[in-house]
């Protein structure tokens, strides 16, 4: 077991499932967590998501539901059907859809997490005024997380840059996830508000989403086990 694998949870930001299938391979004894996004699971569909629960990974189903709430219920709970660890919501989908998705788990014993997602990763203040989202992104993350702890969520998608805030201002011990997560000397791609995985931890994040950086390395396992190896430094 690789330490502090437990943590990161490695995007699988693929178009397709054959690469993917190929990474899980590499990445079976590791002990870290696979997330399966839009793109991927648009193409390979749920049998993928099967296949890696089978194999003893925990997923990610990373499909931010945003829809009237009796859709984004039957949605999650076709997701905790197929065995997932944890599925995302947008929290911008409000209050009643929030409460929707939360009783629509309440039946199973072991429910996946429910997190809500914030605000993008790839988006900054000037965005939010474009949307008409008004304050500064940081007001509106933490509406956000109000909101999803008023309505009895597990967790929230959010920047490591909130981090500090959130558990500041949120009495609640939410999960949070932090995609954004660039090791030293990795380039940003579209994310804008990054932070290295040792920062992100220091701030009080719990899990790590971490894609390119693993996917696109000459050696995956290899890049996994110095990210691990650097949490414990």
């Not at 197929?82 to 009783?103: F, K, P, Q, S, Y």
């Not at 788990?105 to 008004?134: C, F, K, N």
């Not at 949120?170 to 791609?189: A, C, K, N, Y």
Request: aromatic fraction near 4%.
């Amino acid at each position: 077991m690789v330490n502090n694998a437990t943590s990161l949870i490695i995007a699988l930001d693929y178009p397709d499932a054959k690469p993917a299938l190929a990474l899980a391979e590499q990445l079976k004894a590791s002990g870290c967590r696979l997330k399966v996004g839009m793109e991927l699971f648009t193409h390979a569909g749920p049998h993928l998501v099967e296949k890696l629960v089978n194999q003893g990974f925990d997923v990610f189903l990373d499909l931010k539901f945003h829809d009237i709430p009796n859709t984004v219920a039957g949605a999650v709970k076709a997701a905790a059907e197929l065995g997932v660890w944890m599925v995302n919501v947008h929290a911008l989908g409000g209050r009643d859809m929030l409460i929707a998705a939360r009783e629509a788990l309440a039946g199973y014993p072991q429910r996946p997490l429910l997190i809500a997602v914030s605000i993008l990763t790839s988006l900054e203040t000037a965005d939010l005024y474009g949307m008409g989202l008004h304050g500064s992104l940081t007001d509106n993350v933490l509406r956000l997380a109000r909101l999803t702890e008023a309505n009895g969520l597990d967790g929230l998608v959010c920047s490591p840059h909130e981090i500090s805030l959130i558990r500041q201002s949120i009495s609640t011990p939410l999960q949070l996830v932090t995609p954004g997560i660039r090791p030293q000397q990795s380039q940003q791609d579209d994310q804008k508000r990054t932070m290295t995985p040792q920062e992100a931890l220091q701030q009080g994040a719990n899990y790590l989403v971490i894609g390119r950086p693993i996917t696109r390395a000459p050696d995956p396992l290899q890049a996994l086990h110095a990210i691990s190896q650097s949490l414990t430094v």
